[in-house]
């Protein structure tokens, strides 16, 4: 079998066990333009056809190296545009963002780059997206988080499959297999100078300490690397899957789950390790499926439970947690709670819909229409959304929205709090509220002009949808 088939199939094989993608999904690939992620790109064009999902490309510009990084951009273009697949770019001033927001200009990226790619994602209807890290990229994570210090979740490395659905397929491929695959296939790619710059810890990992290792102590680092983060992924798994169990007897009695709190006196009696994983899924109940909780917070929030009722503490992004009579409350503090009694709320809306009618928000110029179509006879329209109308039920209301708002957005019915899809479709805190939604229920069914929720999306088999779009009426 020659390299091209290796990595081919080592790629189908990975997506077929972590079930990454499915008959009919839209698949957008970051493409940087190096040799990783030119080869995930032509590998998944390959597979496109055989296993049923489209694909799409997107290239986000650092805007950190001038000309050389214009040429990446273009290049990715021209390569996509060889295969015929659909391409999005997009340039940023990553050295800037840091600086506004205190951080490095390499966490500055990551976060612009996934940014950029959900926001594509929520205007073209790609539901996955695929990022090019491969075995390498696994074991030098390894390594950097022992150096840094970790536990036993920072120990499995990258996953197959990241908490906000993002995959990786190309986990199971080595850099050696990737640079000969490229050259097999004579696919030319972009070499970022950055690589060899020292200054930043991957790097200095990558082109000097695993090296060392190599020479000096063990010439199966990676491989060892790669062995110690499956064993620990095991470990990690069985406990994760034991605390998410445990969470459900240790949380709220009320319905909803509403407010997020754990039981102190029950919390006492389960060991560290599970009572870490507690936390963090109480937090990210509280906050959404992205939110990270450092080693330090947790420190902090295991400590409130010994204080008496009132005691609070504030973390990142809003999150505050108290001791309320023998519980601790979870609660986002950083958007202002909305229900229909809230004295603060301006232009609350609700109102019950129904397809050949044209609904007018009062402040905003247009209207919100709703029009029943045969899937067989639409023609799309920028903005838009689509309903399968043989999964709706019951009263359809036009809202904005409300205290807790989710939506799912991920294949396997995970969801994510509308405040975080918000955030990543950039729309400012003060319009949030004046954003049309479509509910069923205190269900979010999708957002008017935006993304639809992963339950209720048409596919293939659908006949019969609501069309949906903001603006003025269509004839016909």
């Given amino acids: ?6 990595v081919s199939e080592k790629v189908r094989l990975t997506i077929e066990e972590n079930e990454m993608i499915k008959k009919g999904d839209k698949v957008l690939v970051a493409l940087s333009g190096g040799a990783d992620s030119v080869c995930l790109t032509h590998v998944l064009y ?22 050389e990084a214009d040429k990446d951009e273009k ?12 391409f999005l770019a997009k340039t ?26 959900r926001e594509v994602c929520a205007l073209g209807g790609q539901n996955v997206i695929a990022t090019a890290h491969h075995r390498d990229d696994a074991a030098e994570t390894v390594l950097m988080r022992i150096i840094r210090g970790t536990g036993i979740d920072g120990l499995s490395g990258i996953k197959y499959i990241r908490e906000d659905g993002v995959i990786r397929p190309l986990l199971k491929v080595s850099r050696d297999e990737i640079e000969e695959y490229c050259k097999e296939n004579s696919l030319s790619y972009c070499i970022d100078s950055t690589n060899s710059d020292n200054d930043y810890t991957r790097n200095k990992i ?60 029950s919390l006492n009696m389960v060991e560290d390790a599970i009572m870490s994983r507690l936390i963090i899924t109480a937090a990210k109940e509280a906050m959404g499926e992205d939110f990270y909780l ?62 050949g009618n044209g609904y007018k928000i009062e402040g905003r110029e247009g209207a919100v229409f709703v029009k029943r179509v045969l899937l067989s006879e639409y023609k799309k329209s920028a903005g838009d959304i689509l ?28 969801e994510k709090k509308l405040k975080s899809i918000f955030i990543d479709m950039k729309i400012p805190r003060e319009k949030r509220d004046d954003i049309p939604l479509i509910c069923q229920g205190d269900e979010v069914l999708a957002i008017v002009g935006g993304r639809v929720s992963e339950k209720y999306k048409t596919n293939k088999n659908s006949k019969r949808a609501w069309v949906i779009y903001y603006g003025n009426d269509r004839q016909g």
């Fill in 92 to 117: 940023v001033n990553a050295v800037e963002i840091a600086k506004e927001q205190g951080i490095t200009v390499e966490e500055a990226g990551r976060q612009e780059r996934y940014a950029f790619f």
């Fill in 206 to 265: 990558r082109n000097e300490l695993l090296p060392f290792i190599r020479e000096n102590f063990n010439p199966n680092i990676t491989e060892s690397l790669m062995n110690l983060s499956e064993s620990a992924k095991k470990d990690s798994d069985f406990l994760n899957s034991y605390a998410k169990r445990l969470y459900i007897r240790l949380g709220s009695p009320m319905p909803n789950r509403k407010p997020v709190v754990l039981h102190i006196d």
């Fill in 294 to 355: 450092e080693r330090k917070h947790i420190k902090d929030i295991l400590s409130l439970k010994e204080k008496e009722t009132g005691a609070m503490m504030n973390f990142p992004k809003g999150l505050t947690v108290q001791v309320k009579y023998g519980w601790l409350e979870f609660k986002d503090e950083g958007e202002t709670e909305i229900n229909e009694t809230s004295r603060g709320i301006k232009n609350y809306f609700s109102t019950e819909i129904e397809p």
């Fill in 46 to 67: 390959g597979l496109s056809k055989k296993m049923g999902f489209s694909l799409y490309a997107a290239h986000l510009n650092h805007g950190i190296r001038g000309e």
């Fill in 1 to 6: 079998m020659n390299i091209s088939s290796t």
């Fill in 75 to 86: 290049f990715s273009k021209s390569f996509c545009d060889s295969l015929k697949v659909p």
């Fill in 387 to 414: 309903l399968d109308e043989d999964k709706l039920s019951g009263k359809i209301v036009l809202r904005n929205r409300r205290d807790g708002d989710r939506m799912t957005v991920f294949a396997d019915g995970r």
